[in-house]
């Protein structure tokens, strides 16, 4: 009789057989085609807790020990003030994962939200990409891996556009300025949060969301609290609705820019307008 596997042996199988269309095929398509992972790197995998992160985690895993390319993994928890009941849940579902998390504090919370007591959110992300290519550098790493996914990208996209008034993506692989030597990239570019969730739900797991003290108190529970992310996400399920490929039309978009067809566009900080090649080009 076939011996029963242990939970965390569970997970890891639904990853690649039950959600090997929309997890695994998605996240090595990505790795490979933004050549993500190369031979020695030594990788932090910054874990926050939520799915995305944890997701990623196990990714990583899997893929380290199929993998040819031959590269090492850091599992980085930064504390930033969570409260008991988050940092307990965080520190469960590394164990329950079979995730070898370190974990570092710090008081991005507090100081977040001291600075830019209105809207810290911004700040707080900053501070805490700072730390983990601190931290991550101090451990000989020379990446970090961030849980954003396809639906991050899509929803900051259409973001820039709606609110922002640009036309600007979310890159899967970017060198560091203040970090000498150090990426960051993103291995769920290509991987939905829908399906994220479908593997969550199956397999019973609960992961912390935000939990930043600043967020709650905004929210208050309050579900009509405005948000453009939730906007934009709510205008996504509406239009998906209408025409089931919109999610990998507008991801597709930003792979097909056709910058002859902009009147105005920015590289490298610098803008440039269609007047430039105006008197070159013909309909």
């Not at 993506?169 to 030597?181: A, W």
């Not at 291995?187 to 912390?208: A, H, M, Q, T």
């Not at 507008?250 to 440039?272: C, M, P, R, W």
Request: net charge neutral; aromatic share 8%; hydrophobic share 40%.
């Amino acid at each position: 009789m076939p011996k029963e596997l242990e939970k965390f042996q569970q997970i890891e199988r639904s990853i690649i057989t039950t959600y090997r269309k929309t997890l695994w095929s998605p996240f090595v398509l990505a790795v490979k085609k933004y050549r993500l992972i190369e031979s020695g790197d030594k990788i932090a995998v910054c874990i926050s807790g939520g799915k995305d992160s944890m997701l990623l985690a196990k990714l990583m895993q899997e893929l380290q020990r199929h993998s040819e390319v031959p590269f090492e993994l850091v599992f980085l928890v930064m504390d930033p003030g969570y409260n008991t009941e988050n940092r307990k849940k965080i520190e469960e579902n590394a164990e329950l994962l079979r995730v070898p998390i370190t974990v570092f504090e710090s008081d991005i919370f507090v100081a977040a939200e001291t600075v830019s007591a209105e809207s810290p959110c911004y700040l707080c992300a900053r501070m805490r990409r700072g730390h983990l290519y601190a931290k991550a550098k101090e451990l000989g790493c020379n990446k970090i891996a961030l849980g954003h996914h396809k639906s991050d990208v899509i929803e900051t996209t259409v973001m820039g556009m709606l609110y922002g008034g640009q036309l600007q993506g979310m890159l899967p692989r970017i060198k560091s300025t203040n970090f000498e030597g150090m990426e960051l990239i993103r291995p769920l570019f290509c991987v939905l949060e829908s399906d994220i969730l479908r593997w969550k739900e199956y397999n019973g797991l609960e992961f912390i969301a935000c939990a930043c003290k600043f967020t709650r108190r905004i929210t208050g529970g309050d579900d009509d609290t405005f948000s453009a992310r939730k906007r934009v996400k709510s205008l996504i399920a509406e239009l998906k609705r209408e025409n089931p490929n919109i999610e990998n039309n507008i991801f597709q978009s930003i792979h097909n820019v056709q910058l002859d067809t902009l009147a105005e566009y920015k590289q490298a900080g610098k803008k440039h307008s269609f007047l430039e090649k105006f008197d070159t080009v013909e309909e």
